[in-house]
């Protein structure tokens, strides 16, 4: 593969939140998962396993379990100062005939020097198992797939009662669930930092700090995209 269609893939893998509740073969499933397999992580540790969900009764009740987390947690949001109030994603994922839970076996961060274990254990750990989740929304995108990201499974409401749904011992950690279909939408272009505002020769650039207010702007920004339909 040469620069230009590593860049064209990444630039096509968007993040897609109207989905099809048509099936989609097992054989992509697979694919996605052979892709994620590849993923570099923290002294080759390897700490993820897939769960496919595909059950209707088990998809109804994760649903049902995100969906109360996020009644609280849309409502935390007006502690905030309203310009910076989260606007909740549409929650397309719910249609997704197939859902991919990646979980992680903390057990591995044994891998890991042990210096980093104990200082750096958790980042190690999570940073793996977003690279290897991040190859699967790679390899949506190459199927002609959609994704979206579902992060709620991993707060502890969500999650403890996942694992019991699902029979996951307790040890293991999830991390994000992936919900896949054929997409039923054109995601339009977003908002992409400028190379130039991000990258320091040498030294760290002082006046490309950004200033509370900018960084604040940048925020509202965000929040004014989401709003425009
Ligand atoms: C760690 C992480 C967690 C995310 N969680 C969610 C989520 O819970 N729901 C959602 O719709 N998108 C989620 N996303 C997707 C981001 O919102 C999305 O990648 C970002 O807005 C850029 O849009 P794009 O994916 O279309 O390029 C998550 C992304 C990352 C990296």
Partial sequence: MDYDSLLELVKKRRSI?????????DEYVDKIIEVARWAPSGANSQPWQFIVIKKKELKDKIIELINEHNRLGNKMEDAREPELRFIPSPSGWA????????????????????????????????????????????????????????????????????????????????????????????????IVRSRDELVHHDYYDRAKYPSDQQVKDFIVALLNWKKQK
């Fill in 95 to 190: 249609h997704a005939p197939v859902f991919i839970l990646v979980v992680g076996d903390p057990r591995t961060k044994e891998a890991y020097p042990l210096n980093t274990t104990l200082m750096r254990g958790k980042e190690t750990f999570i940073s793996s198992l977003a690279s290897a989740f991040l190859y699967m929304t790679l390899a949506v995108s190459t199927l002609g797939l959609g994704g979206q990201w579902v992060s709620a499974i991993g707060v502890p409401y969500v999650q403890s009662l996942t694992k019991s749904l699902l029979g996951i011992p307790r040890e293991m950690e999830i991390y994000d669930m992936l919900a896949v279909a054929y997409p039923d939408m054109e995601p339009r272009p977003r």
């Fill in 17 to 25: 939140r109207k989905l099809k509740s048509d099936p989609i073969p």
